[in-house]
């Protein structure tokens, strides 16, 4: 087990962090849930992009712990830097459910 971080943070970003990914992470299951409705109209074309919120979800969720201790020993050692490679995923996510939505109602008409 990992033995706690000590940091003298008054701003708590490690935890602000943490709770700006989850907060991204209830978006996109919500978003998921939403797009079950979409089924019937629009057909199983719905069910790739439900896989594409429930992976974004799954990976914001598995991330954390790591995510935390990364910010909370940056804030420590007095170097953080941006996490590119979550940033660019989730724009890749949200570009994609972009496009699946866009080709799904252009191709109903």
């Given at each position: 087990?990992?033995?706690?971080?000590?940091?003298?943070?008054?701003?708590?970003?490690?935890?602000?962090?943490?709770?700006?990914?989850?907060?991204?992470?209830?978006?996109?299951?919500?978003?998921?849930?939403?797009?079950?409705?979409?089924?019937?109209?629009?057909?199983?074309?719905i069910?790739?992009?439900?896989?594409?919120?429930?992976?974004?979800?799954?990976?914001?969720?598995?991330?954390?712990?790591?995510?935390?201790?990364?910010?909370?020993?940056?804030?420590?050692?007095?170097?953080?830097?941006?996490?590119?490679?979550?940033?660019?995923?989730?724009?890749?996510?949200?570009?994609?459910?972009?496009?699946?939505g866009?080709?799904l109602?252009?191709?109903?008409?």
């Open positions: 087990m990992n033995e706690p971080i000590e940091i003298t943070d008054p701003g708590l970003q490690p935890e602000r962090t943490v709770f700006a990914w989850t907060r991204t992470l209830v978006s996109f299951l919500v978003v998921s849930a939403v797009f079950l409705r979409w089924i019937p109209h629009y057909g199983y074309g069910i790739l992009m439900i896989s594409i919120s429930g992976v974004m979800a799954f990976g914001i969720f598995a991330s954390q712990r790591a995510r935390y201790r990364r910010m909370a020993l940056g804030i420590k050692n007095e170097c953080i830097s941006a996490d590119v490679v979550a940033i660019l995923m989730t724009t890749l996510a949200l570009f994609l459910l972009g496009a699946c866009l080709f109602v252009l191709s109903r008409h």
